[in-house]
């Protein structure tokens, strides 16, 4: 045994003692485990590296790194080092690199599989100023440095497995290049370095140089003069007001406040969630280790996905965002901690303050060049009704003015859905929809919230598709990089920017739906909101939780959408356990249902994933209606009104998608025997069965969305005209009248934005047409698409609208 294997086996027991790591692999190869032709390469040599990989490997089922590797008879280290600081290697072709590529050109059948492993002992990336203070950096330079960061901080150790790469492609790829190991080499130093900016983020300014080089930029020196003349004062009064705004902005991320927070929020999401679930990170990690600028962009439905969020990305190996929030939010004590952990605050509107606007764009321009992952919420709060709310696009107007600026790194915007199977705060949110005044924040209700934490059951967090930035520019506005303020600082406002941040925004927020996850809490709402008095017996809820999940399997709705593979009896089971219904034995069976308040509360989860099934239910909804018909029939009716779903639901399918998807989903509700098959089509089954009763239930789930289009298109047609103002209003009152007769009490049924947003798409569609006096009257297509409609809604719902309609036209 050599003195280099004897020194390891008597060490690494106090070593593996006092270190504790938490690895993150991005994909191994079982085969080439199996045949343990692998190797590990790392940055530089070091005893404690090799001790935590050597345990962590194991439970990955990969070769022990301290084992040779044996090819031909010839032996390798299993572990090969880019950087040697004692022997200052030039990697060429006799180095390991090269010898094995040699084996490798020497011997078709060898494939060695090359696993890249980092080792950061901490996540403190350190200051542009070093203060010389020794702390879990994520660089450990010295031997002694390394020793403290082992007793102290050996148990916050993180080992990233990096995507393994073959070293059969590379030669037979490369073969002709005598240099290739040398380029691997260099390859994988840059891939390590990197990697480290991906882990730690960029070297932190101290926030009061950040406020005092941001008071000495061109720009904001000609708004505080600017500021000075308009507002009549001194500019040194001006200068002070714009330091204190920059003041009240800026965060001061802390990253021994981040390691705290990674152990209070482990305990918390442990006593809160039974898990917490995670999709699709990994293409976070390879836009991070690429060197992308990372914009996060998630849906806002409690303050907890602030935490959530940030708790996750670092747990994935990433550095937590500079997050923008409400200035609400700054208060004592959350707001010191809330910065700390790198909150930037933001008004809820700069209307009337330019100076204040500026400051914060600069601000917010020089995190970007600065390459300070960013988070913020375009919903601009938090949802009260579990839907997506339309975009606010100023945070995401001044991320592309950031491109035109000239941001060397691609800026990538990364959609990101947070689902829960419990909200805290629905109860405050049905309360502020009825009229109630929206508590402000503060200290008290921290304490209040943390006095209720009970199980809340699963969080859910689904990371969707990118948009690169550039990229969406060059295919949306060839022409933007004319606009480009590279080494200008002003930036652009080019005539094109409002339209199309507003159609990024829209893109956006079609991906964070896409991530939607569908759980046994939403798909209960789904199920009982849609039964009569909001009850099933136990067999029936478990009947259509199998078929809405073989629907959205064989039916997927997109690729990132997120369906468990549990079956109906499973979901029942969770369910049950949170507590969100009613279940009463009879002499029968089982009742499952929902009283007032709980109906309601479902309604937030409901919607959550109602994007999800409001094309399969118009389908039922129609199918129901003719009793038979054909594929062409109901693609042409949902053709006409998926620009309406679209703009309200935030579907990602498009018109010309809706022949494709309405064909699958037919086939699919046939084979679950929802639907029967004809020489003609389909029918409806017999209206005593099960499948029957089954597909009435999806159906119902969008006769809400069906009747708010009702009404709309009955007002056009009664008056003669209307201004969107009275348009809108009349629709907001019909809508309350309606839900109170007919027992509808979701909260967004009568919200005047979604009235707002209605009206705005059937103008687009020509469905409403305006006058010369500016006033919306009804045509032909009005008429035909307002009967189409009004065949698929209960007659009681129709006769209410159109009484409702003819009363109100009587007192106008």
Known sequence: MSIKHTLFTVFRWPVRWLTKAETICDEHDTTASAAEHVVYVMKSPSFSDLVVLQRAVSKLGLPDPMTALEIDGKRFDRVLFVEDPKRRLEYEAETPFGELLSLHKANPACNVIMYPASLFWGRNAGREQPTGMVSADIEVPSLWKRMMVLLFAGRTIMLRVSRPVSLRLMADKYQDDDKLGQKLSRVARTHFSRLRHAVAGPKLWSRD????????????????????????????????????????????????????????????????????????????????????????????????????????????????????????????????????????????????????????????????????????????????????????????????????????????????????????????????????????????????????????????????????????????????????????????????????????????????????????????????????????????????????????????????????????????????KMDKFHVEQDAVGEVVSLNAEQALSMTYYRNNVLHLFAVPALVANFALARQNFSTEQVVAFITNVIPMIRAELFLNQDAEDVPSWVAAICEQLSEQKWLVRTEQGFRVPTHDSQPYFQLRLLATAINETLARYAIVLELVQMFDNLSRSELEKHSELLAMRLGSMHGIDAPEFFDKRIFSTLVQVLKQEGYIVVNDKGDYVSNDRTTLLSDEIDGLLPSPVVQTIRQSVQKLKESA
């Not at 152990?263 to 990994?282: E, F």
């Not at 959530?308 to 550095?319: A, F, T």
Request: glycine residues 8%; hydrophobic residues 40%; charged residues 25%.
């Open 209 to 576: 140089e950040m406020i005092r080089s941001l008071l000495r930029t061109p720009v904001l020196k000609q708004a505080i003069a600017d500021e000075a003349r308009s507002k009549k004062i001194s500019e040194d009064k001006a200068r002070k007001r714009a330091q204190e705004y920059l003041e009240e902005i800026a965060a001061d991320y802390r990253e021994g406040l981040i390691r705290i927070g990674d152990r209070v929020m482990t305990w918390l999401w442990n006593r809160l969630y039974n898990g917490i679930d995670v999709r699709h990170a990994k293409v976070v990690r390879t836009l991070a280790q690429d060197g992308h600028e990372i914009i996060y962009v998630p849906c806002h439905r409690s303050h907890m996905d602030y935490l959530l969020l940030s708790y996750v990305i670092y747990k994935e190996g990433l550095v937590p965002p500079h997050i923008a929030a409400g200035v609400n939010l700054n208060f004592w004590p959350a707001g010191p901690i809330f910065r700390r952990g790198g909150a930037f605050f933001i008004r809820r509107s700069f209307r009337g303050n330019k100076l204040y606007s500026t400051v914060f764009r600069e601000y917010l321009g020089r995190l970007f060049e600065k390459g300070y992952s960013v988070e913020y919420f375009m919903e601009g709060g938090r949802s009260r009704t579990g839907r997506l709310l339309a975009p606010k696009t100023g945070m995401l107007a001044m991320t592309v003015q950031g491109q035109l600026r000239g941001i060397s790194r691609p800026i990538s915007l990364v959609p990101v859905y947070i689902g829960y199977e419990h909200v805290m705060e629905v109860s405050t949110y049905h309360k502020e929809l009825r009229g109630k005044n929206k508590k402000k924040e503060s200290v008290f209700q921290v304490f209040g919230i943390l006095r209720k934490l009970r199980n809340f059951g699963h969080g859910y967090v689904t990371f969707g598709k990118p948009v690169r930035l550039d990229e969406y520019l060059d295919s949306n506005q060839p022409n933007w990089r004319e606009s480009s303020t590279r080494g200008v600082e002003e930036p652009a406002k080019p005539s094109w920017l409002t339209p199309r941040v507003n159609h990024l925004a829209d893109i956006l927020m079609r991906n964070i739906n896409d991530g939607a996850v569908v759980n046994s809490i939403n798909l209960s709402g789904l199920c009982l909101l849609s039964a009569e008095q909001h009850s099933l017996t136990k067999e029936e809820l478990i009947a259509q939780f199998d078929g809405y999940l073989t629907l959205l399997r064989e039916v997927p709705y997109s690729s990132y959408a997120v369906v468990p593979k549990l079956d109906g009896k499973a979901f029942w089971q969770h369910a049950v």
